[in-house]
């Protein structure tokens, strides 16, 4: 299967190491995996501070980037850009009277897939070290970012997988379902809030004595590894891919939280 790769903004520019992974672990699948040139933001911001009318031109740049490219599915290692994808991008151009762009935008979402999504529903991945040679020998925890749960009725498609991973040892995060606070301009449209909230979800991390805490969208994790970064409790941050692509001939090393994480190879 040839599989195009949607790396989303803030992976492309803050975490490439989890665009890495995702390909890593789909070639290990023996898939084919393309980068359409022209990507850059699915709009969501934009979208959720109001500025319609400046996302229908970045809506637009995204479906032209993907319909321009040969593949039979896209993939990105992040829920709420899906999301966006499946429930902003047509709303957009709707609203802007560009019914020939929302029904491509439609077109192109129909074929964008989550990443665990991918791997469990479609390409039949559901033990991790038999069919990834997946191994990583750490404590576990897993936070469900909300969209994943709320809007595309993930369920625990990603946890289920890091739980397959040889060595993991997994542990349940209390207030599972609680939401971390970051909600992209709400933590900082609304501080004081955001903060209350992350607090209390690094507190019940740290409640489960997990070393790593793993979640499927890194703007979640960024604002969760800031927040036990700043308190200083010794627990890493990682995206379930990471996790998913490290084997016993490429272990990944944690060290720091994932603020941190980005240089060094093998480190996370």
Not at 2 to 7: H, M, N, P, T
Not at 52 to 76: P, Q
Not at 146 to 172: A, I, N, P, Y
Not at 249 to 264: D, F, K, M, W
């Amino acid at each position: 299967m040839r599989i195009a790769l949607f790396s989303t903004c803030i992976v492309d520019a803050m975490y490439p190491r989890v665009a890495r992974a995702t390909v890593e672990i789909l070639e290990r699948l023996g898939h084919e995996v393309v980068f359409p040139p022209g990507q850059t933001c699915c709009s969501q911001m934009h979208v959720n501070s109001g500025y319609l009318d400046d996302a229908h031109a970045i809506v637009k740049n995204h479906v032209k980037a993907f319909s321009s490219w040969d593949y039979d599915v896209a993939v990105a290692p992040s829920a709420s850009c899906v999301v966006s994808l499946q429930h902003q991008q047509p709303m957009v151009c709707r609203r802007a009277g560009d019914e020939a762009l929302a029904e491509a935008a439609e077109e192109v979402a129909g074929r964008t897939f989550e990443l665990s999504k991918l791997l469990i529903d479609v390409l039949g991945v559901t033990d991790a070290a038999a069919q990834l040679g997946s191994y990583f020998p750490e404590t576990v925890t897993f936070h469900s970012s909300c969209h994943g749960m709320r809007h595309m009725k993930l369920g625990s498609r990603q946890s289920d997988l890091v739980r397959t991973v040889e060595g993991v040892q997994f542990t349940e995060l209390p207030g599972l379902e609680e939401c971390c606070g970051f909600g992209g301009t709400f933590s900082f449209k609304n501080a004081d809030t955001s903060g209350a909230m992350v607090d209390s979800k690094i507190r019940n991390i740290e409640r489960t004595g997990a070393r790593v805490c793993a979640g499927g969208d890194v703007s979640c994790l960024m604002n969760i590894g800031g927040a036990l970064s700043r308190e200083q409790i010794p627990v890493s941050t990682l995206h379930f891919a990471q996790i998913l692509a490290s084997t016993r001939e490429n272990r990944l090393q944690v060290s720091g939280p994932v603020a941190l994480a980005e240089t060094g190879r093998g480190r996370a």
